[in-house]
């Protein structure tokens, strides 16, 4: 090959491209864009990610934080209002209580061996409610009466040697006057008559000594039965049989109350206590039995004010049949200007709810209640006002059942609420 052919293929070389030069550099190429790519599209995708977690974590906030922090509310409740409002003078809140109550319980301690009577029974007073163990008084008791007759015994022999001794007496007596007898005769006649005498009174000592004795153990045995301090029915039973019951136990054995005695205890606020008086007539409403009325009049104004409650306590004893009323159940009373008649009192008591618990929630009126802490709707349906601040509900929660009042945008079912301090 000439010289120019070889200059010219030299040429031709040097124009020719590097295939694989070019490849590599292209796919370089091709990975940095579609990085580049990935890169943008991650940023696009976070922002994405921020944004909804903020928009989720606002509504989240908005719709949780009401079950996350309580809020603060103003409390009611709902309540049997009297018929005979216009007559009210006041009202007070109380729990009925037995004027004759007690824990019964033995004198002297001991293990329960007996117990007569079951919760619900009527007993009569001075009847015999349980039996602690007496077996050791019994043995006892059993001991003194052989030792009573072995000292009654010994009485009546000392009776017989004095009857002796004296007869000899009278007879040496008798013998020394006539000049028949002996001085140191008569003497000894006269000394035993003396040590006779002393052993009698001694005999009869001992039997009075032993007959205490036994009058003892017999208040003893007795003491191990106890009894109704009065007539009333047992309320509950408060030890069972086997168990060791210590004397005056504040427990007891059981609780005893007479039925047939009950009032109601109220509080009447300091500043409202001028209203009432002895004899004021009452109208009682019991929450067990919240469609009947009792009559009642103050009985008694106790003289001393609870400084916590700045109230005074008013009993106010049943002036009607109180048959099935029991103690500690919750009761309203209402002082009345003056005694309802039979007509009156056939009257419902009526269910009361503060107007301002009372709210619209999608077409329906409730009231929020509390239910472990937190807001709970209950419809309620609304027959119309009573009184200042009040509605008569024909239809709604219980009475006594709490009740949110003035409930604003933030008191939705399911919100923790608390009650705010006064």
Excluded: C
Aim: aromatic share 4%; charged share 30%.
């Amino acid at each position: 090959m000439s010289s120019e052919e070889d200059r010219l293929a030299d040429e031709l070389a040097s124009l020719r491209l590097d295939r694989s030069s070019a490849r590599v550099q292209s796919t370089g190429r091709a990975r940095n864009n579609d990085g580049e790519r990935r890169g943008v599209a991650g940023w696009v995708v976070a922002g994405v990610a921020v944004v909804a977690l903020g928009i989720g974590g606002f509504f989240v906030f908005r719709e949780g934080s009401g079950r996350i922090f309580s809020e603060d509310v103003e409390l009611g409740a709902v309540t049997l209002m009297s018929p005979s409002q216009s007559d009210v003078t006041l009202v007070a809140t109380g729990y009925v209580y037995a004027r004759k109550k007690a824990n019964v319980s033995p004198k002297i301690g001991g293990r329960l061996a007996k117990l007569n009577v079951d919760e619900g029974s009527k007993v009569k007073e001075n009847e015999i409610i349980a039996e602690l163990e007496s077996s050791d008084v019994q043995a006892q008791l059993q001991q003194l009466h052989a030792d009573i007759a072995s000292a009654r015994a010994k009485v009546d022999r000392a009776r017989a040697d004095l009857a002796d001794a004296t007869t000899r007496f009278n007879r040496e007596k008798e013998l020394l006057a006539k000049d028949a007898g002996t001085q140191a005769a008569f003497d000894d006649a006269k000394a035993r008559q003396e040590a006779a005498r002393t052993t009698l009174v001694s005999a009869e000592a001992d039997v009075g000594a032993v007959e205490a004795r036994q009058k003892t153990l017999a208040v003893a045995l007795e003491n191990t039965k106890v009894r109704a301090p009065f007539s009333g029915t047992i309320l509950r039973k408060l030890a069972e049989v086997g168990e060791v019951i210590a004397p005056f136990t504040l427990n007891g054995i059981v609780t005893l109350a007479s039925l047939d005695d009950l009032e109601v205890q109220a509080d009447v606020a300091e500043a409202q206590f001028h209203k009432v008086k002895v004899g004021t007539p009452a109208e009682i409403i019991l929450d067990a039995f919240p469609d009947k009325r009792f009559r009642g009049e103050v009985s008694e104004l106790r003289q001393i004010v609870d400084r916590s409650k700045a109230a005074v306590t008013v009993k106010v004893k049943f002036t009607d049949d109180s048959t099935g009323v029991l103690p500690d159940m919750a009761a309203k009373v209402s002082f009345l200007t003056k005694a309802l008649d039979d007509e009156a009192l056939k009257a419902a008591p009526k269910l009361i709810a503060p107007a301002d618990a009372v709210v619209n929630d999608g077409g329906r009126k409730v009231v929020f209640t509390i239910d472990d802490g937190h807001a709970k709707a209950v419809p309620v349906v609304v027959k119309g006002p009573f009184g200042e601040g009040n509605v008569e509900l024909a239809d709604g929660p219980a009475t006594g059942t709490r009740v949110i009042r003035k409930p604003g945008d933030k008191i939705r079912d399911g919100v923790s609420v608390k009650e705010k301090k006064k």
